[in-house]
Structures are given as structure tokens and as C-alpha cells.
């Protein structure tokens, strides 16, 4: 019965990530989300594991996730439990405040990571940081960033160029990788945002696990006040609960790494984001008002990172949206 899912879900439109297309079956014992690996979605973050050992390693601990109900590697999908309600991003889209409880449950979210033992979790990948070795686990995340922007030199390397990417995108970030504080690494999710979260009968459900990593829990929390866009008051709150709720031993040190962490973040989404959105434009199927919220988006992304960088002339609106038309028109004859 489940290869019928298959065959209905291949057939209906969904919806898509980066990675994976998600469909909405009506299955013989009620709705289901069969999710299907993208086969030409180009790797730009950093995954370790497949998502599915991941989901069945934290069933037992972590309340806020979809049930995995099933798996198959040929062809590969997943059947995920349909979990009813609305996504936050629905409700309340970047620049609004979100409900009181989802500030709540993100929290309860990370101090439930830190309780999944490392022996229920996956392998983890050959070289992989010891625990506690935040540095060397900064620098995977850094190399990881670098490796986009090797990649994707070669055809966005003018746009890189027109919209102030240094030529060294890393350097800012990647010297400070060596102050960091130690502390012992967690199962983290690092893809909590608006778009992840479904609010379902009062509570909230964490989305999408296909990138967690065995690292910093404080890298989790930098990850997703960047791509949270909080309210001041939000932001305040969350990082006073998250304080209050962890362990010590993995808050120590958050005052000056949480920063140090940011700053990598903004410069990741500025490349990966490039290279994102105007392959999305260049693809000719959004709306106008798509393509404008995206160029609104990456304008933002990028006067982030000109912090960063120190840049005295950071892109404007104007500026970016010119840039990106220009590499996304045809030559002429």
C-alpha cells in the first residue's frame, strides 16, 4: 500500500524544499506526508545523516517531532504523520511577533536534544570533532561554507564580485574560530525557523530534522535567531529561558561565541542565498511578487554580512535586484 502512496504523492504537485518535495496523501488509515528526496537539488549545507535514523533515534526523547511510519530506500521516500494545524510563517511571517507558546516550546525543543543519548543516534562521519572540540567543529561549518563558494565561483563569481562578497568570505569569522569555548556536543536540529514549525492543537511541531548535526548546542541557538528574525522582546526572552533551561555546561561562554557564531551565519546566507535565489528566478516559475519578495530578502541577507565584512557600501535594493537581472538575462545574439 505504501508504494501507492508513492505513486499518488510523484504524481501531485506538493510542496518543495530545497531538498525534498512534500505531499499530502489520504492514506487507507487517514491523511500522510510523503516526503521525496530532490535528486537535483544542489548540497549547500552541511548534512550528516539521512533524516529518517534521525527522527527514529529521537522518538523516545523529543516530544515536538512527526512520527517517521515509514521508509524505503528504492525508491527513496518517507511517510511522515500528518501533523494538522498551521505553519508559523502562515500565522505570523518575519517582522511579527509569534504566539507566547512557540517562544516556550523552542526552548523545551533544545533542552530535550541535549537528553538523546549519542549511542541511539547515527554513526557519525569519519574525522568528526570530539565533544567539546567547538573549534574544530566551527571550522566544518566554515569549510562547508567555503565549499559553496568554491563551487559556485564559476557562475556566479561576477555577482559574488557586483554584490561586495570578499574575495575571502571566511576570514572575518574563520580567525575566531580558535577563541571559542568549549562545550560538549548535542544532537541539534540547526534548521528551526518559522517555515519548520506547525502550531497543531496548542502545542508546536519541529519540522524537517534532515540537517542535524552531533555539535554545539549554542551553534542551534545562533542558527536560529538568525533565521528567526525575533522581535527584540522575543529574542530577550528566548535567550533568558534557553540560559535557564540548559545545562551549565552548555551555556558557558555564550555571551561572546553567540556573536562569533551570528557573524558566520550572515556571511553562509549571503553566498548560499546568491546562489539560491537567483537560481530560483532564473528559473522562470515564480510570481512577480515571488521574485520580489526574494530580491527583498537577499538585500537584507547581504547588509547583514556587509557588517560582517565592514563593508562601507553595503548593496542596495536597487543594486541587488540590477546584479541579479543582469546574470539571469539571456545573451544576446
Known amino acids: 500500500m505504501t508504494i501507492d502512496l508513492y505513486q499518488a504523492a510523484l504524481a501531485d504537485a506538493g510542496t518543495s524544499g530545497f531538498y525534498n518535495k512534500n505531499v499530502r496523501i489520504d492514506g487507507p488509515s487517514g ?20 533524516e529518517h535514523e534521525v527522527l527514529t533515534a529521537i522518538a523516545p526523547y523529543v516530544a515536538h517531532a512527526p512520527r517517521l511510519l515509514q521508509v524505503c530506500e528504492s525508491p527513496a521516500y ?7 494545524g498551521d505553519v508559523l510563517d502562515d500565522l505570523a511571517p518575519r517582522g511579527q511577533h509569534v504566539p507566547p507558546v512557540v517562544l516556550a516550546e523552542v526552548v523545551d525543543l533544545f533542552a530535550q536534544l541535549t537528553a538523546v543519548p549519542p549511542e541511539d543516534l547515527p554513526d557519525l562521519p569519519v574525522a568528526w570533532p570530539e565533544s567539546g572540540d567547538t ?11 567555503q565549499g559553496v563558494h568554491d563551487t559556485f565561483g564559476g557562475e556566479f563569481g561576477r555577482l559574488f564580485s557586483v ?3 570578499p574575495a575571502d568570505p571566511l576570514a572575518s569569522t574563520r580567525d575566531r574560530w580558535s577563541s571559542l569555548t568549549s562545550r560538549p556536543f548535542r544532537l541539534v536540529h540547526s534548521d528551526i525557523h518559522r517555515k519548520n514549525m506547525i502550531l497543531s492543537s496548542g502545542r508546536v511541531v519541529f519540522l524537517d530534522w534532515e540537517l542535524a548535526l552531533w555539535g554545539d548546542p549554542l551553534y542551534e541557538l545562533a542558527v536560529h535567531f538568525h533565521k528567526m528574525g525575533y522581535a527584540d522582546d522575543e529574542r530577550d526572552a528566548v535567550l533568558a ?6 545545562a551549565p555546561e552548555f551555556t558557558r561562554g555564550w555571551e561572546r561565541d553567540l556573536d562569533t557564531y551570528l557573524a558566520h551565519e550572515r556571511v553562509k546566507s549571503a553566498i548560499v542565498d ?5 537560481q530560483l528566478i532564473v528559473g522562470g516559475k515564480l510570481l512577480d511578487e515571488e521574485e520580489q519578495a526574494l530580491l527583498d530578502k537577499l538585500t537584507d541577507k547581504h547588509a547583514a554580512a556587509a557588517e560582517v565584512w565592514a563593508l562601507p557600501d553595503p548593496p542596495d535594493r536597487d543594486r541587488v535586484e540590477s546584479a541579479v537581472r543582469r546574470l539571469t538575462s539571456p545573451l544576446p545574439d
Open 163 to 165: 554584490l561586495g562578497i
Open 241 to 246: 529561558r534557553w540560559v535557564g533551561a540548559m
Open 31 to 50: 491523511p500522510v506526508i510523503v516526503r521525496i528526496p530532490m535528486h537535483d537539488a544542489d548540497n549547500v549545507d552541511l548534512r550528516i545523516w539521512p
Open 274 to 278: 546568491t546562489v539560491r535565489y537567483t
Open 78 to 84: 518517507q511517510v511522515h504523520e500528518f501533523v494538522p
Open 135 to 145: 573549534g574544530a567543529f566551527a571550522r566544518v561549518l566554515s569549510d562547508t561554507t
